[in-house]
Structures are given as structure tokens and as C-alpha cells.
């Protein structure tokens, strides 16, 4: 069976960092894309970050490019985002979800999701 657990996630003040973990089971991340998806409130999802172990590729959203850290240990079948210099407007639901290599960055298309972890950027 194939699961997503994240973790890392709660209350961090503006410029403040976090750092996210997407622990996977019942397949291994190295064979397909993994992303990371936000949802703030009222608004529509948005991937902020993708990785594809198996050739090293990396993608980011021109919203955090720069400031976040997408990261892989295949050893322990966990993807990581490092969140730097958050803002108010990171703020919301955190998932990881996954995919075959050539959906990365398009979540609409992702077959499994975790069940997220709140992220709260105070002004």
C-alpha cells in the first residue's frame, strides 16, 4: 500500500524556517516525481516544488525559488523541504504527493497524496 506521512510542520514567525519531511511507504521515491503542494485558505492549490531522485531533477515555483530546498534520502525513502525566510503568505496546507517522473509539477495528475501538515506564518 502506498503512503505519504509529512511531518514538520506549525507556528513560525516571518523570516523564521521550517523544515518538512515526506516520509514515504510501498514504493520507492526514487522511481518517481515527488512534489510538494500548498493550499492556503479560499485559495487554489500550488506546487511549490518537485524532485525526480532517479536524475537529480529539481523544480521550483517563482514564489519560493530561492527561499525553499527540495532534498531526497533514498536510504530512508523521505523527501525533504526546507522552508528559509518565510512569509505571511506561505501559510496553509503542506502535502507531498506522487507521480509518474513526467507529471512533476503538475499536481493535477499526481495518483497518491499525503494527508498534509499545517504551516502558519505569523506577521
Not at 88 to 111: F, H, K, N, Q, S
Request: with cysteine.
Amino acid at each position: 500500500e502506498v503512503q505519504l506521512v509529512e511531518s514538520g510542520g506549525g507556528l513560525v514567525q516571518a523570516g523564521g524556517s521550517l523544515r518538512l519531511s515526506c516520509a514515504a511507504s510501498g514504493f520507492t521515491i526514487d522511481d518517481y516525481a515527488i512534489g510538494w503542494v500548498r493550499q492556503a485558505p479560499g485559495k487554489e492549490r500550488e506546487e511549490v516544488s518537485c524532485i525526480i531522485s532517479s536524475d537529480g531533477s529539481i523544480y521550483y515555483s517563482d514564489s519560493v525559488r530561492g527561499r525553499f530546498t527540495i532534498s531526497s534520502d533514498n536510504a530512508k525513502n523521505t523527501v525533504y523541504l526546507q522552508m528559509n525566510s518565510l512569509k505571511p503568505e506561505d501559510t496553509g496546507v503542506y502535502y507531498c504527493a506522487t507521480g509518474r517522473p513526467e507529471t512533476c509539477m503538475v499536481y493535477t495528475l499526481y495518483d497518491y497524496w499525503g494527508q498534509g501538515t499545517q504551516v502558519t506564518v505569523s506577521s
